[in-house]
Each structure stands twice: as structure tokens, then as C-alpha cells.
């Protein structure tokens, strides 16, 4: 009898509810484009002065500023959605 009741405890522990998580495929909308800036010390020629070539490097560096953060609040916006 024992035998029975071990069987059956066990039977009915594989039929207890169980909570399946289905993964579901969510729309996620399309990215706007971002053009890259013109950046400053692309049309160097190698013969400025250092301090063209600060100035180039400079406004180089302020361009990348601007173009990284505009990424980074598009991709910010993605994770927000989550």
C-alpha cells in the first residue's frame, strides 16, 4: 500500500500547475538616422600651423560631443521602453 501511495504522490506532483513564460515578439519601431557630422580635421592637408591644427582638432572634438549624445538619447529612448 505504501508502494501506491509513493506513486501517486509522485504522479500527482508532475500535474501541480506550472507557470510557462512564453516569450512574444514586440514591435520595436525603426531607429532615426542620425547623419555623422563633417568632421573638421578631415580636410587637413598637413600643412597648418599647430594652431589650425588645434582648431581643427577642437571643433573635431565639440562635433563628436554633439553626434555621441545625440546616440546616446536614441538608445536611451530603446531602453526606456523595456
Known sequence: MKRYAVV??????GCAPK???V???VACP??????R???PIAS????????ELLRAYGA??????GYSTSLE???NGYRKNK
Open 8 to 13: 501517486l504522490v509522485l504522479f500527482l506532483c
Open 19 to 21: 507557470v510557462v513564460n
Open 23 to 25: 516569450p512574444t515578439p
Open 30 to 35: 525603426e531607429p532615426p538616422a542620425v547623419s
Open 37 to 39: 557630422p563633417a568632421w
Open 44 to 51: 587637413l592637408t598637413g600643412r597648418e600651423t599647430y594652431g
Open 60 to 65: 573635431s572634438l565639440k562635433a563628436e560631443e
Open 73 to 75: 538619447i536614441i538608445i
